[in-house]
């Protein structure tokens, strides 16, 4: 499991920019961002290289942050390699509440699965020869 940095954000202009800037600024990296939206805010979730750090940089400048738990998997980037991972999960009947994915380095990609049963998940993950990884693997 890794944390992810979740952040309420106001649907207003430039309120993304001044967020992005205070992680910059603080020399947080983000390794990937994601944004749902609704009419009045969205909700920010990030994996960043310190998402402690990046939670109370945020804080501290008003914005409305939080540290969520969250299952990062190696995937291969191949066609068909994350139907194979939520296929091994419906098996194991793991519910997925949301996912995102950004691609990593060597023929990888990084699935971000918020689920419901993490130690389900986990055989799931292993049954197929897929690894999760920790917060030092990004």
Same mark, same amino acid.
């Given at each position: 499991m890794i944390d992810q940095l979740t952040v309420f954000l106001e649907?207003?202009?430039g309120r993304l920019?001044?967020?992005?800037?205070?992680?910059?600024?603080?020399?947080?990296?983000m390794h990937a961002l994601t944004i749902a939206d609704t009419e009045r805010y969205g909700v920010v979730r990030i994996i960043a290289d310190n998402p402690t750090k990046a939670?109370? &940089?945020?804080s501290e400048q008003g914005f409305r942050a939080s540290l969520t738990k969250v299952l990062a998997v190696e995937v291969?980037? &191949?066609p068909g390699g994350l139907a194979q991972?939520?296929?091994?999960?419906?098996?194991a009947d793991v519910n997925i509440e949301y996912a995102y994915c950004f691609s990593a380095a060597d023929g990888k990609a990084i699935d971000v699965i918020r689920i419901d049963d993490n130690e389900a998940a986990e055989?799931?993950?292993?049954?197929i020869?897929?690894?999760a990884i920790a917060s030092e693997g990004l």
């Open positions: 649907n207003k202009k920019a001044a967020l992005c800037r205070a992680l910059g600024d603080a020399g947080i990296s939670q109370s &940089v945020l291969p980037d &191949v991972l939520l296929e091994a999960f419906e098996l055989a799931a993950i292993q049954s020869g897929y690894r």
